[in-house]
């Protein structure tokens, strides 16, 4: 089995003496090619940790992070974000596109920053893959929540990267324009054969996902395949309860 990303006993600290937390303990984790992980655990677990030691955006203590067959603590800085950059997708709650810029412009942005003019066709491509290219002039303010998501969406994919980390998309958009990314998601991985791995506390957001991995005290306390949302609601109350 490929392997999209595995943490190998990966742990991370913050702080020290009596304000030392352990945000990661010991964590390992593969996350299979091709498919759609979600991440959920009471606040304070580790999840946005986990993401930003996964995304080479942060370093664990000790243990190793390996994306695909590179081991992310062999780069130097310069070379993270090279990696980062042609390899690996992010989409956040907040959107984070520039206002200022059309739908097709924040699209064009990851290829440009990594040296490489973008065609219409791949631009075309990225926002036709989310419906939305007859948007592709228009600015973020002029745009719903949820189209916005999409355009990030479309900028994530453009790279074509490995793994696509999402930290809460849903989270600022309305049941229907949340569904409607979570679809989107879905088929990212199913339509699109990349990997997905998305934080998020929502459990009828994690059903969407093959996996979810359940994370408490820096550690992974339960794996459920096939979720549905009604187990993984009961699941999250009882670690909350803990
Ligand atoms: N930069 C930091 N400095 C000190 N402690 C930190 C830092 N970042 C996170 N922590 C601590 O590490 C632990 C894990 O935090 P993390 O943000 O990964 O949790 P989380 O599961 O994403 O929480 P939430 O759902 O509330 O966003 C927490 O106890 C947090 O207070």
Redesign the pocket.
């Known amino acids: 089995m490929d392997l999209a990303v595995d943490l190998r006993s990966v742990t991370k600290v913050?702080?020290s003496g009596a304000a030392r937390?352990t945000?990661l303990a010991d964590l390992s984790f593969s996350f299979p090619a091709g498919s759609f992980t979600a991440v959920m655990?009471?606040?304070?677990?580790?999840?946005?940790?986990?993401l930003q030691c996964a995304a080479g955006l942060d370093r664990p203590d000790s243990g190793q992070v390996m994306l695909t067959d590179v081991d992310l603590a062999t780069l130097n800085e310069d070379q993270l974000t090279l990696l980062r950059r042609e390899r690996i997708g992010f989409v956040f709650q907040a959107f984070n596109l520039i206002s200022a810029l059309t739908a097709a412009q924040n699209v064009r942005l990851p290829l440009l920053l990594g040296g490489r003019t973008p065609s219409d066709a791949e631009v075309d491509w990225a926002l036709t893959s989310v419906g939305l290219a007859e948007r592709a002039a228009h600015r973020p303010g002029e745009l719903s929540g949820g189209q916005q998501q999409r355009v990030a969406i479309a900028r994530a994919l453009i790279t074509k990267p490995d793994v696509l980390f999402a930290d809460e998309p849903t989270g600022a958009l309305d049941t229907s324009s949340g569904r409607e990314v979570l679809e989107l998601l879905r088929g990212v991985v199913d339509q699109h054969h990349r990997t997905v791995i998305m934080?998020t506390?929502d459990p009828v957001a994690a059903s969407y996902a093959d996996v979810v991995m359940f994370?408490a005290d820096?550690r992974v306390v339960d794996v459920m395949r096939d979720p549905a949302a009604d187990r993984i609601a009961t699941r999250m109350t009882n670690l909350e309860r803990r």
């Open positions: 913050y702080g937390v945000a655990g009471p606040s304070g677990s580790g999840k946005s940790t986990l934080v506390h994370l820096g």
